[in-house]
């Protein structure tokens, strides 16, 4: 893997494990250094994620069954305080 195609697949996904993407941030320090600036940013994004909505971080969809979290409920609930 060249750096070109490196930092094609940081921008896709930094987190990857792919064994040639790990094996180019090995020997090239610099692609190294944007897979830290990337992998820095990933966090500080998921952890203003979490501070925003505490409840929700890291469960995702697993309360799709759950009729209270119904977007569309949240949106008559908001329509209904406007009247
Ligand atoms: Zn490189």
Do not use: W
């Amino acid at each position: 893997m060249n750096c070109l195609a490196f930092r094609r697949q940081l921008l896709i996904d930094p987190r990857q494990q792919d064994a040639d993407f790990r094996a180019h941030a090995e020997v090239c320090a610099t692609c190294a250094q944007a897979l830290q600036r990337a992998l820095d940013l990933e966090e500080s994004l998921f952890n203003a994620l979490i501070q925003e909505y505490p409840e929700r971080a890291g469960i995702d969809h697993a309360t799709d069954s759950d009729p209270t979290a119904d977007p569309d409920g949240m949106q008559r609930t908001r329509r209904g305080k406007t009247r």
